[in-house]
């Protein structure tokens, strides 16, 4: 996070992590097909010859002016692919939130998994912990036959404590709702430690939106 | 939170800048401009957010390639890591044929591009661009007057724009509904 206050401007980074060919770099797109030229700025991808990401994507929104802010989200994703495993620990560096987007095929538990715990390395050499960031679970590829059940896999892949939003990121269902999820999560965990303490902590219990479950029971709307 | 007296204005993990360290970043960098020359200068945090853009390349936009320099840097610090020669304030330099690219660390916090003409000669160049690095640094992580004479940042107008009275969270739902509606 970067705070401006002579340009009242609040800068938040927020990062795309998960398995290779999750749909990672496809929610990324999809925002910027929707959004407005004169809120984003062009969409960075350094990618290899094969169209796989290399180092990472890039892609700014500017909201329009809160409380006399004029908030910008930095979106970032990782490269996938195990073998860039270093450069996705630079990438995830000083991230203030960070959507996992799980593969849905079931040919992909184990894929997920490690990403997960291999996030999970990673923030902790940073000191950060998966309860002090900002966090949302996206399960795309719900169009897949047979395509995990975030009810069923969540709590199995240890998820469960996260808001979950179903995707199809292809055809753009949940990008927004995910994006939404996640700048508000950010935002919470923002005025939680800008507050005296306890006085937000409250307030910020984890999001319902219409794709996710009550963070504590796992369970999804269809 | 407390204001942190030996590191600049944070909150969390991240960078807040007030206006008088605004300035001083501003005069550095027009210094910087002017007695190289540099034909422009482009100041980053680590993360990729762009503080400050000075001099002239027709057509750029600084967002993108804010976010390229702070990768290139972080990289770049991974490289030399792992090969076992970092130190901070290691410089990189692209030679082109008109021009020259300087890239390098300000402190913990900031990330420096700077782009000279070819002229221009390379040791006076380096020395300037790491002299000006220094100071940058120095000006991030020196607490600013603005919070020297508050028992705590809680004090502050700024803070209670970013605590007080609505909800942050449904106003920044409500300005993404509007964004994504907009289309």
Redesign the interface.
């Known amino acids: 996070m970067y705070i401006n206050w002579q340009l009242r401007e609040l800068n938040l980074k927020i990062v795309y992590y998960g398995p290779a060919l999750s749909g990672k770099t496809t929610n990324l797109e999809q925002i910027y097909n929707r959004v407005p030229a004169d809120r984003r700025s062009e969409l960075i991808s350094l990618k290899t010859h094969e169209d796989r990401t290399l180092f990472f994507d890039f892609l700014q929104l500017e909201l329009g002016k809160i409380n006399g802010l004029t908030p910008k989200l930095h979106l970032y994703t990782v490269p996938g692919q195990t073998y860039y495993e270093a450069s996705r620990k630079l990438v995830l560096r000083r991230a203030d939130g960070v959507v996992f987007v799980a593969d849905s095929d079931p040919a992909r538990v184990r894929d997920n998994l490690e990403s997960w715990r291999n996030m999970q390395a990673h923030l902790k050499e940073f000191g950060t912990s998966l309860d002090s960031i900002a966090l949302v679970v996206q399960f795309n590829k719900q169009d897949l036959p047979g395509a995990l059940a975030p009810t069923v896999y969540a709590p199995l892949m240890g998820l469960h404590h996260y808001p979950v939003i179903k995707a199809i990121a292809i055809q753009r269902i949940g990008v927004f709702e995910t994006l939404k999820a996640i700048t508000q999560r950010v935002i919470a965990n923002v005025q939680r430690h800008a507050a005296p303490s306890g006085t937000l902590d409250q307030k910020h219990q984890p999001l319902e939106t219409p794709y996710n479950t009550p963070a504590r029971t796992g369970r999804m709307q269809p | 939170?407390q204001p942190n007296p030996s590191g600049p204005a944070r909150?969390?993990?991240?960078?807040?800048?007030?206006?008088s360290q605004?300035h001083a970043i501003d005069v550095a960098l027009s210094e910087l401009i002017e007695q190289l020359p540099a034909r422009y200068v482009l100041l980053t945090?680590?993360?990729?957010?762009v503080?400050i853009s000075r001099g002239h390349h027709t057509g750029l936009?600084p967002?993108?390639l804010a976010?390229?320099v702070a990768?290139d840097l972080?990289?770049n610090q991974?490289i030399a890591r792992l090969l076992g020669e970092y130190r901070p304030s290691q410089l990189t330099l692209r030679e082109g044929d008109t021009a020259h690219t300087f890239t390098v660390e300000a402190g913990a916090y900031l990330a420096l591009l700077v782009q000279i003409d070819s002229h221009v000669p390379l040791g006076w160049a380096r020395i300037m661009v790491l002299q000006c690095a220094q100071k940058l640094a120095q000006i991030v992580e020196t607490p600013p007057p603005?919070t020297q004479h508050r028992s705590s940042?809680?004090d502050s107008a700024?803070?209670r724009?970013?605590?007080g009275?609505?909800?942050?969270?449904?106003?920044?739902?409500n300005?993404?509904?509007?964004?994504?509606n907009?289309?």
Do not use: C, K
């Open positions: 939170m909150l969390r993990s991240g960078l807040i800048l007030y206006p605004n945090d680590v993360s990729g957010q503080i936009d967002v993108p976010s390229l990768g972080a990289a991974e603005e940042t809680s700024e803070h724009l970013l605590t009275g609505d909800d942050l969270s449904d106003l920044f739902g300005a993404l509904d509007e964004l994504w907009q289309s």
